[in-house]
Nanobody
């Protein structure tokens, strides 16, 4: 079982990036999915989540209106479109898969991707 996060990079403030999370050995359609991020010296924090059917989404206040989570169960992928990026968005971004629990509960995620680095310059 593997989750592979990709799409990170260096972007100027105000720019956009699209992160993707692809799964192998795991059918993402069975899982609620989330994106978290961890900045240097800080704890991993919730960014966004989406239910397994894609009918409900959840966002941290800090990214509402700028980030959009989506999923394509046929392609076994989950995406995070990030617009109007700010320097404070700089972090390693992780995707996770969970069966139960609240979207923001890190401990309830059973599988994690390896992370992809997003750097936003001012």
């Amino acid at each position: 079982v593997q989750l592979q996060a990709s799409g990170g990079g260096l972007v100027q403030a105000g720019g956009s990036l699209r992160l993707s999370c692809a799964a192998s050995g795991l059918s993402l359609s069975m899982y609620d999915m989330g994106w978290f991020r961890q900045a240097p010296g800080k704890e991993r924090e919730f960014v966004a989540a989406i239910t397994r059917g894609g009918t409900s989404t959840y966002y941290a206040d800090s990214v509402k209106g700028r980030f959009t989570i989506s999923r394509d169960n046929a392609r076994n992928t989950v995406n995070l479109q990030m617009n109007n990026l700010k320097p404070e968005d700089t972090a390693v971004y992780y995707c996770g898969a969970r069966l139960t629990g609240l979207p923001g509960m890190t401990s309830r995620y059973e599988y994690w991707g390896q992370g992809t680095l997003v750097t936003v310059s001012s």
